[in-house]
C-alpha cells in the first residue's frame, strides 16, 4: 500500500527511476480498486434503471489515476534504462509485449542516464 501512496505522492514526476515493487503494486492496487468501483457502479446503473451517473465515481478515479500510472510507467522504464517514450507501445498490438517484459525486468545497477539506482537509496536510508 505504501508504493500505491508513493505513486500518488509523485503525481506528475515523470524524472528519476521507479522500482519494481514500485510500479506493479501501484498496478495491483489501481487495479482492485478500479474493479471494486466499476462494480459499485454497476450495481448503481442496475439499480436506477440504466442512469450512468453510477458510474461517475468510477470515471473520476480512473480520470485521477491516469497521470500517476503514465508517470511510474515511465519511471518505470528509466529504471530499466530505456525511454519513457516507449510507454506508447502499449498501443502496438504486438510490441506492448517487449513493453511488459521491460517492466518486469530489474533495474540496471548502478547510475544510468536517468539518476540513480532506487534500490541503492533506499538501502542508504534504512
Known amino acids: 500500500m505504501n508504493y500505491f501512496i508513493e505513486a500518488f505522492r509523485k503525481y506528475a514526476t515523470f524524472t528519476g527511476r521507479a522500482r519494481r ?8 492496487f489501481n487495479l482492485m480498486i478500479s474493479i471494486g468501483l466499476f462494480f459499485v457502479g454497476a450495481v448503481f446503473v442496475a439499480a436506477s434503471s440504466g442512469s450512468r451517473a453510477g458510474m461517475s465515481l468510477f470515471d473520476a478515479y ?4 491516469f497521470v500517476p500510472s ?10 530499466v534504462g530505456k525511454s519513457g517514450w ?3 507501445l502499449a498501443f502496438v498490438p504486438v510490441a506492448n509485449i517487449v513493453l511488459l517484459v521491460w ?3 530489474d533495474g540496471q545497477l548502478g ?3 536517468y539518476g540513480p539506482n532506487p534500490k541503492v ?3 542508504a536510508t534504512v
Open 62 to 65: 480512473a480520470l485521477g489515476s
Open 103 to 105: 517492466l518486469a525486468q
Open 21 to 28: 515493487s514500485e510500479y506493479w503494486y501501484f498496478v495491483l
Open 70 to 79: 503514465l508517470a511510474v510507467g515511465v519511471r518505470r522504464l528509466h529504471d
Open 111 to 113: 547510475t544510468n542516464e
Open 121 to 123: 537509496i533506499l538501502a
Open 86 to 88: 516507449f510507454t506508447l
